[in-house]
């Protein structure tokens, strides 16, 4: 690469589904109803989680955090996207990519973080009911959820700081929705293997790891359901997990559908990303904070009792 080509970039271009602009009309329609059930059904939870006081527990403390989460995450993508969509130039600042890139990778890693707190909570609920309070006590419970965050933003941080110190050449054009950080690196026109190197830990260490306890805890449950003697018993130990666990395999499914199926010769080392991809992509990140409430209201008793708790005083209280 000639350094002379080098510059100085002030913003970048997002490809998105420029070269389908019947498309763009399509999905901005769903995405804006998308992200409306979003806010409805993550805030709704939130809501419920705090004015029931049956609710003041562990996992539905995570699960708040969760929903919130989910909302925090969207907010920072959807919006830009769907400007974009209507916009004949798709651009965006150097520094407003930054933002969006350090919001992005945060959210996703607390997110991954979170899950495997929630799976060990659920591990410790079916194994060791009786010192289930003990064990999972606020004392314990709030730094698990704290920590999640901290995990999350910085090594989103400490990855952001390394991506905007690389120099960028005049291909600034990002074949994504959104600043997505691989995306982003491929611009530079310099050596990224440090930058790989450094995802590629991050990744085992907030990804992988996370992902591991999540499959040790539900395996140590499912062995432990299996010793219960009656199918009564065995369905309600494995409806207190049931949400959680498909909302796992969605948001793990996705990631490791995207990141890990096999690339032909001819674009593993291109910018080349076709419109299934974006879409994977966009299923990731617009789907799975969608159905997530839905999910645990849906499959979730003690959710739906709550609603209809609230209502029936609502009611009455008028």
């Known amino acids: 690469m000639d350094?002379?080509?080098?510059?100085?970039?002030?913003?970048?271009v997002l490809k998105?589904?420029?070269?389908?602009?019947?498309?763009?009309?399509?999905?901005f329609a769903l995405i804006l109803i998308m992200y409306v059930v979003i806010l409805l059904g993550n805030g709704t939870l939130i809501s419920i989680s705090i004015l029931d006081p049956h609710l003041h527990t562990p996992m539905y403390f995570f699960l708040g955090n969760l929903s919130f989460l989910d909302i925090c995450y969207t907010t920072t993508s959807i919006p830009p996207t769907l400007v974009s969509f209507l916009s004949e130039r798709k651009t965006i600042s150097f520094s407003g990519c930054a933002v969006q890139?350090?919001?992005?990778?945060?959210?996703?890693?607390?997110?991954c973080v979170l899950l495997g707190m929630m799976a060990f909570d659920r591990y410790v609920a079916i194994c060791y009911p009786l010192r289930y309070p003990v064990i999972i006590s606020k004392d314990s419970y709030v730094?698990?959820?704290?920590?999640?965050?901290?995990?999350?933003?910085?090594?989103?941080?400490?990855?952001?700081?390394?991506?905007?110190?690389?120099?960028?050449?005049?291909?600034?054009?990002?074949?994504h929705f959104s600043c997505e950080i691989l995306?982003?690196?491929k611009l530079a026109c310099a050596d990224i293997s440090g930058n790989e190197f450094i995802m590629l830990v991050a990744t085992t260490l907030f990804t992988l790891m996370p992902l591991l306890l999540i499959v040790v805890s539900y395996s140590l449950i499912v062995v432990n359901i299996l010793k219960i003697h009656t199918s009564e018993?065995?369905?309600?130990?494995?409806?207190?997990?049931?949400?959680?666990?498909?909302?796992?395999i969605i948001f793990y499914g996705t990631i490791l559908f995207m990141y890990m199926k096999p690339k032909s010769k001819e674009t593993f080392h291109s910018d080349d990303l076709d419109a299934t991809d974006k879409l994977i992509s966009m299923f990731y990140g617009v789907v799975t904070p969608m159905v997530n409430p839905l999910i645990y209201s849906l499959r979730n008793k003690d959710v739906k009792e709550a609603v209809k708790h609230l209502f029936i005083r609502k009611v009455f209280s008028k």
Do not use: D
Request: with cysteine; hydrophobic share 50%.
């Open 16 to 27: 998105g589904l420029s070269g389908y602009p019947r498309l763009e009309l399509l999905f």
């Open 233 to 248: 018993g065995r369905s309600k130990a494995f409806s207190t997990c049931s949400a959680h666990l498909t909302v796992v």
């Open 3 to 12: 350094w002379e080509n080098q510059t100085i970039l002030v913003e970048f």
């Open 183 to 185: 995306a982003v690196m």
């Open 101 to 111: 890139m350090f919001l992005g990778l945060a959210m996703g890693t607390t997110e």
């Open 143 to 175: 730094p698990m959820a704290a920590g999640s965050w901290i995990i999350g933003v910085v090594n989103s941080a400490v990855q952001t700081v390394f991506v905007v110190q690389l120099p960028f050449c005049r291909n600034n054009v990002i074949n």
